[in-house]
Each structure stands twice: as structure tokens, then as C-alpha cells.
């Protein structure tokens, strides 16, 4: 599903419109039966991936901004280092903002208070930053099945605070820093709890 609709973000940008001929077609090419042990699971979500793609059909028709980046590559320097990554989109309004989207095909996950916090999205805050000169107007996360748009809206005083925090959490990365963070929510989830000396439990 997230190919698809990279696929149809790139030719749009392009010059091909989007169809929902084509989506569909899209679709079948890069679905893999393999990995369905029942054919009733799998006609059902083929059915959901069709709605998803409807959705955003219906979306991007909606959208009157300029596609100026499928999966964007971007490569800038932080404390030194080298971040890179991609975009998996990077619109211009009529005003001339930047906007930044990435799509989620499951559930949401984050809010406009979380978002903030983010991680994946504040890179790409910086990164657009770096690129064009100016901070994008909102940088949002878009979960395609729920139609929902998640926004954040960097300011310049947060991106600092943020690029100040990533580039710390590179420094631990490089020095082999991790930390541990005991809780009672990460601990029983984690694979590594029985190496752990920081696990919930065994601090005094």
C-alpha cells in the first residue's frame, strides 16, 4: 500500500495524474499472496487496501499544493555527522510554504500534542530547513486509512530545542551510550530484559 502510493506521489509529480485505474493496477502488481494462509484474509484486506487508496484519491484531489518531492532524498550535517534519509513527500502552497507529509497505513499513533516530540518528523523539519532555507509551514503525518492528518507546526525556538536533543542522542549513539530507562510499560515488551541489569525492578 505504501509503495502504491509513493509510486503515485512520483508520477504525479511527474506530470501523471493519479487514477484509480491505475492505483488499482498498482495494487495487484506489488500484492504478495505468499503471505496470506487464508484466501477470506486476504480478499478482506485487498478489499481495505482499495478503500485506503480511494481515500487518498479523493485526498490528493482535494490538495491544491505543488509536489516538489517524492521520497525526497536529503543529506545534511548535525554536530558533525551526516543525516540522511527521505521524504515520502514535499509539497509547496500557493503561498510558497513547505509542507512535508508522510503516509501511515495503520492505526494512528501519535497526536498534535506527541507529534512534537517526534522524531522521524523533526529530521525532516531540519532537513527541509537545510534544503530550502526555511522551516516548512507544518510537517504531518497522514494515516491514509483513517483519512486523519496529524500536523506539527515547528517553530523556530522548538526546532532549536529539537536539534539540540538530536544531536545529544548522536553523541550517545557514537560514544555507545544507551542508557537504560526502566519501566514498566518498555520492560515487558523488551527482547533483552534477561541481559539487562536496569530492567524495572533491580534498581534500589
Same mark, same amino acid.
Given at each position: ?46 478489499? +481495505?487496501?482499495? &478503500? $485506503?487508496?480511494?481515500?487518498? #484519491? *479523493? ?10 518531492? /517524492? ?45 512534537? +516530540?517526534?522524531? &522521524? $518528523?523533526?529530521?525532516?523539519? #531540519? *532537513? ?10 507544518? /510537517? ?54 534477561? #541481559? ?9
Amino acid at each position: 500500500m505504501h509503495e502504491v502510493v509513493e509510486r503515485l506521489t512520483t508520477q504525479e509529480r511527474e506530470g501523471t495524474p493519479p487514477t484509480k485505474d491505475r492505483a488499482y493496477e498498482m495494487l495487484e502488481h506489488f500484492w504478495s499472496s505468499a503471505a496470506y494462509a487464508s484466501k477470506q484474509k486476504e480478499a478482506e484486506d485487498k478489499i +481495505q487496501a482499495q &478503500q $485506503m487508496l480511494d481515500t487518498y #484519491l *479523493a485526498w490528493n484531489e482535494r490538495n491544491e499544493n505543488e509536489i516538489i518531492g /517524492a521520497e525526497m532524498k536529503f543529506d545534511f550535517t548535525l554536530n558533525g555527522h551526516s543525516v540522511t534519509g527521505f521524504i515520502d513527500r514535499v509539497e509547496r502552497t500557493p503561498l510558497g510554504e513547505y509542507i512535508v507529509l508522510d503516509y501511515k497505513t495503520g492505526y494512528p499513533t501519535e497526536s498534535k500534542n506527541t507529534i512534537k +516530540q517526534n522524531i &522521524q $518528523m523533526n529530521v525532516y523539519t #531540519l *532537513a527541509v530547513l537545510d534544503k530550502f532555507g526555511a522551516l516548512p509551514q507544518r /510537517a504531518s503525518l497522514y494515516y491514509v486509512k483513517h483519512d486523519k492528518m496529524v500536523d506539527y507546526l515547528p517553530t523556530p525556538d522548538h526546532v532549536e530545542q529539537q536539534q539540540a536533543r538530536l544531536s545529544g542522542m548522536i553523541d550517545n549513539v557514537v560514544l555507545e551510550r544507551f542508557p537504560g530507562v526502566p519501566s514498566f510499560q518498555t520492560c515487558r515488551s523488551c527482547s533483552y530484559q534477561l #541481559l539487562c541489569e536496569e530492567k524495572e525492578g533491580t534498581r534500589p
